[in-house]
């Protein structure tokens, strides 16, 4: 029981990591797309200071973002013990934080015009635009910065090659299984 315990705990941590380790290469795409606007003035120590602040705004969306994927994984349910459970976490895993990391690569782009970083206001602020408007400004936007929508492509490629499940124990259905 501990042993299929154990696992999950270790499984689910590499696969936090690895959702870390996107987030800070979508905060270093930010710097480099918005390098004229803070490279004049970063030294090394400021920088580090920006990413450890910016590594706790992350756990919140992480945990937030990843609430489901944590409580699927560490809840004692008889029927996730299968490989196929875990195919279908894969696919949300990876689709879910591929969705929230290019949200956060859409804030490369938009800083730029606005000085600050997306927030629901934004979805008033293009409220008055028509369809297709909008649709052409994404569609220029998106081939001006296809280096991040190969970015995105590819984190999506590494969260879901390098996701980890857990080893499947046979389950045994005793209320001891549910009485970790």
Same mark, same amino acid.
């Given at each position: *029981? @501990? @042993?299929?315990?154990f696992?999950?705990?270790?499984t689910?941590?590499?696969?936090?990591?690895?959702?870390? &380790?996107?987030? $800070?290469?979508?905060?270093?795409?930010?710097?480099? =797309?918005?390098? !004229?606007?803070?490279?004049?003035?970063l $030294?090394?120590k400021?920088?580090? +200071?920006l990413?450890?602040? +910016?590594?706790?705004? !992350?756990?919140?969306?992480i945990?937030?973002?990843?609430?489901? %994927?944590? /409580?699927l994984f /560490?809840?004692?349910?008889?029927? #996730?013990? $299968?490989p196929? %459970?875990? @195919?279908? =976490?894969r696919?949300?895993?990876? &689709?879910?934080?591929t969705?929230?990391?290019?949200?956060?690569?859409? !804030?490369?782009?938009y800083?730029?015009?606005? +000085?600050?970083?997306?927030? *629901?206001? &934004?979805?008033?602020? %293009?409220?008055?635009e028509?369809e +297709? @408007?909008? $649709?052409?400004?994404f569609?220029d936007?998106?081939?001006?910065?296809?280096?991040?929508?190969?970015?995105?492509a590819a984190?999506?490629y590494v969260l879901y090659r390098?996701?980890?499940?857990? #080893? &499947?124990?046979? =389950? #045994?259905?005793k209320?001891?299984?549910?009485?970790l």
């Open positions: *029981m @501990k @042993k299929e315990l696992a999950n705990v270790l689910l941590i590499w696969n936090l990591v690895l959702v870390y &380790v996107c987030y $800070t290469l979508c905060r270093l795409a930010f710097l480099f =797309v918005n390098w !004229d606007t803070f490279g004049g003035h $030294t090394w400021y920088a580090i +200071g990413f450890g602040a +910016g590594m706790i705004f !992350d756990t919140s969306a945990l937030y973002s990843n609430a489901l %994927f944590i /409580l /560490l809840f004692p349910l008889h029927w #996730k013990e $299968t196929m %459970f875990y @195919k279908i =976490v696919w949300a895993f990876a &689709v879910v934080n969705f929230f990391l290019i949200t956060n690569l859409i !804030d490369c782009v800083f730029r015009f606005t +000085g600050r970083r997306t927030t *629901m206001s &934004v979805l008033q602020e %293009f409220s008055h028509g +297709g @408007k909008l $649709t052409s400004i569609l936007e998106f081939v001006s910065y296809w280096y991040l929508v190969l970015l995105a984190l999506f390098l996701y980890r499940a857990p #080893k &499947v124990f046979p =389950v #045994k259905r209320p001891a299984y549910y009485a």
